[in-house]
């Protein structure tokens, strides 16, 4: 038994129902149904009674509901104290653009009621560094987009999401349903500088046209040069721009990141929160 799977059983013993567990979790419920499953492997007996409606705790699930509670609330204890020990007060998030708003609001709630006395700082980053300083330690964590050069860093995707072609309203692709990338062969694209990830300018970056460094300078070549560029689907744009899917392009992961080698309490807390 793990801490996240006991996190996992007190969410549907709670709930009384997987699917409701699983939105409170931020999971899918297949992987909820399957560590529940695992679980009572390893404990070799029944924990739950599952029928159409929900479930109910058997037996020996309600008796590891009290246990896992107090396992959970003392695992919650020993965190605060070795962070207070480590001299530990602050913790500073990178971030790429909106990315943290894009990870939810659940994961920052959660954050400062596990630890109210812990300022968090949030640095955003420009489009050139999609580790967002980690690699400078200018950051701890990071909440960005891939891909790009992982070597010493640790990652776990929160989400995936589709990518589209930003294009102006009054482009007469703007009206297709979906576009391929050959649908753009012709067509210039802003790009990133010289010395940018090669992993990340590779996926984010097809042709030669005007460098960008930000999301608004981006969103100002469209605007201003008529050069078309990439974005996730649902990515909020401005007045004039829309996002047309494009069907061969693979989607793009949401991460948390942080170093590989020693990440303190704090980063250990932050990730597991962020990933639910």
């Given at each position: ?52 409606s929900g479930v109910d705790l058997t037996a020996a699930g309600a008796a590891l509901y009290d246990e896992a509670r107090t396992l959970l609330a003392q695992a919650d204890q020993a965190r605060t104290r070795v962070i207070a020990v480590s ?190």
């Open positions: 038994m793990d801490l996240r799977t006991l996190q996992y059983f007190v969410a549907v013993a709670e709930e009384r129902h997987f699917g409701r567990a699983a939105t409170r979790l931020h999971i899918t419920q297949p992987p909820l149904s399957r560590a529940i499953k695992r679980l009572e492997a390893d404990l070799g007996c029944l924990l739950m009674d599952r029928s159409p001299g530990t007060d602050t913790i500073t998030v990178g971030t790429l653009g909106d990315t943290v708003s894009e990870a939810g609001a659940t994961a920052a709630a959660a954050f400062r009621e596990r630890h109210p006395g812990i300022r968090v700082r949030i640095r955003e980053s420009d489009l050139t560094d999609p580790t967002t300083g980690l690699r400078s330690g200018l950051v701890d964590v990071a909440m960005t987009r891939g891909p790009f050069d992982t070597t010493g860093i640790m990652t776990r995707v929160l989400r995936t999401d589709p990518i589209g072609v930003v294009l102006r309203d009054d482009d007469p692709l703007a009206r297709a349903l979906t576009l391929a990338l050959t649908d753009l062969a012709e067509r210039r694209w802003f790009r990133f500088p010289d010395g940018t990830d090669a992993l990340w300018r590779a996926y984010w970056n097809r042709g030669d046209g005007p460098v960008v460094r930000t999301v608004q300078e981006c969103v100002h070549s469209v605007l201003w040069d008529n050069t078309v560029g990439l974005a996730p689907l649902g990515h909020e744009l401005p007045k004039g721009l829309t996002t047309i899917p494009l069907r061969d392009m693979p989607p793009s992961p949401l991460l948390v990141a942080w170093p590989a080698t020693k990440p303190n309490p704090l980063v250990r807390s932050f990730v597991e929160l962020a990933t639910g």
